[in-house]
């Protein structure tokens, strides 16, 4: 099994920032892709960025040049730092990990959430 916890979430005005950080541990051989997904209330959860293993990124338009995916391979942590925030950012956050546990088995883990509330 792998657990996934998620800090750094919390309340700031519009045009802040904050920086989110997600740590995986238990049974892990390597992490394939770590990446972060949001779900705004009401709506359903969306892509927000991903980071592969070859270091590979990709970011959903609308955070696009505000916000920045980094890994740390060493600790098995993933980061999201989030630059001009907006109100429409406002959602829990997710952290995503696909983790090879075994040379032969791959499985997809959620963390639990970190809410990110943006006043106007």
């Known amino acids: 099994q792998v657990q996934l916890v998620e800090s750094g979430g919390g309340l700031v005005q519009a045009g802040g920032s904050l920086r989110l950080s997600c740590a995986a541990s238990?049974?892990?051989?390597?992490?394939?892709?770590m990446g972060w997904y949001r779900q705004a209330p009401g709506n359903r959860r969306e892509f927000a960025a991903v980071?592969?293993?070859?270091?590979?990124?990709a970011y959903a338009d609308s955070v696009k040049g505000r916000f920045t995916i980094s890994r740390d391979n060493a600790v098995n942590t993933v980061y999201l730092q989030m630059n001009s925030l907006k109100v429409e950012d406002t959602a829990v956050y997710y952290c995503?990990?696909?983790?090879?546990?075994?040379?032969?088995?791959?499985?997809?883990?959620w963390g639990q959430g970190t809410q990110v509330t943006i006043s106007s």
């Open positions: 238990g049974s892990i051989f390597s992490i394939k892709t």
């Open positions: 995503y990990a696909r983790v090879m546990s075994t040379l032969t088995r791959v499985d997809d883990y």
């Open positions: 980071i592969i293993s070859g270091g590979s990124i």
